[in-house]
Nanobody, 123 residues
C-alpha cells in the first residue's frame, strides 16, 4: 500500500516562502507520477503542479507559474513544492497525490493521497 506523508506547511507573510515535502513509502517511487493539489475553504480542489516519473519538465497551474517549483528526489522517495512570492490567495490545504503511470491534472485519477498540510499566507 502506497502511503504519502506531507510536511512543511505553516503560516507565512505575503511575499515569503515555504517548502512542502511529500514522502512516499510502500510503493515504487520511480513508477509514480506525483502531483500537488490545494483546496481553499469553500472552493473546489485545484491542481497546482505535477512532476512525471522521469522528472521531465514539470507542469504548473497558471496561478503559480513562476512562483512555485516542484521536484523529486528518488534517493529520498520525496517530492517537494518550493513556494515563493506567496500571496494570501495561496492559502489552502495542500495535498500531494500519486498514481502509477502518466500524470493527470484531475484529482479523480489519483489513487494515493497524503493527509494534507495547511498553508496560510497573511497579508
Amino acid at each position: 500500500q502506497v502511503q504519502l506523508v506531507e510536511s512543511g506547511g505553516g503560516l507565512v507573510q505575503a511575499g515569503g516562502s515555504l517548502r512542502l515535502s511529500c514522502t512516499v513509502s510502500g510503493g515504487t517511487f520511480s513508477g509514480l507520477a506525483m502531483v500537488w493539489f490545494r483546496q481553499a475553504p469553500g472552493k473546489e480542489r485545484e491542481f497546482v503542479s505535477a512532476v512525471s516519473r522521469t522528472s521531465s519538465t514539470p507542469r504548473y497551474a497558471d496561478s503559480v507559474k513562476g512562483r512555485f517549483t516542484t521536484s523529486r528526489d528518488s534517493a529520498k522517495n520525496t517530492v517537494y513544492l518550493q513556494m515563493s512570492s506567496l500571496k494570501p490567495e495561496d492559502t489552502a490545504v495542500y495535498y500531494c497525490a500519486a498514481k502509477y503511470g502518466l500524470y493527470s491534472t484531475s484529482g479523480r485519477n489519483y489513487d494515493y493521497w497524503g493527509q494534507g498540510t495547511q498553508v496560510t499566507v497573511s497579508s
